[in-house]
């Protein structure tokens, strides 16, 4: 199961998906259609993945395309950081940039 908790700053057009749990096929598709939706309205978007435990195939391949299309992959488990570098998916190291008390804005 993914949980997908959301943290907005729409006036700076920007908005961050905290993920928690496992990313497997009907929660990829859910989180490729939400991620590209939020980008089409001229939202940047980040992942959060410090709460993910499993990525599954479909999520693999889910978060590569959204990657390309420059939603930004953070604050990833090393394990995780190690399985999306190997499939060619950059990751951004450390938090989100506009979460909350997590560094200067992006």
């Known amino acids: 199961m993914l949980?997908?908790?959301?943290?907005?700053?729409l006036e700076?057009?920007?908005v961050a998906l905290?993920?928690?749990g496992h990313i497997v096929a009907e929660g990829a598709e859910v989180l490729e259609r939400e991620c590209l939706?939020?980008?089409?309205?001229g939202?940047?978007?980040?992942?959060?993945?410090?709460g993910v435990i499993f990525i599954g195939r479909s999520g693999l391949e889910?978060?590569?395309r959204l990657a390309q299309a420059g939603v930004d992959i953070m604050a990833c488990?090393?394990?995780i950081a190690d399985m999306l570098e190997q499939e060619g998916i950059e990751v951004?190291?450390?938090?989100?940039?506009?979460?909350r008390g997590g560094g200067p804005a992006a």
């Open 3 to 9: 949980l997908i908790l959301r943290d907005e700053d």
């Open 12 to 14: 700076a057009r920007r």
């Open 18 to 20: 905290m993920l928690q």
């Open 37 to 41: 939706e939020l980008r089409r309205s």
């Open 43 to 50: 939202l940047r978007v980040a992942l959060d993945l410090s």
């Open 62 to 64: 889910a978060i590569g």
């Open 77 to 79: 488990p090393p394990l």
């Open 92 to 99: 951004g190291h450390g938090k989100h940039p506009w979460k």
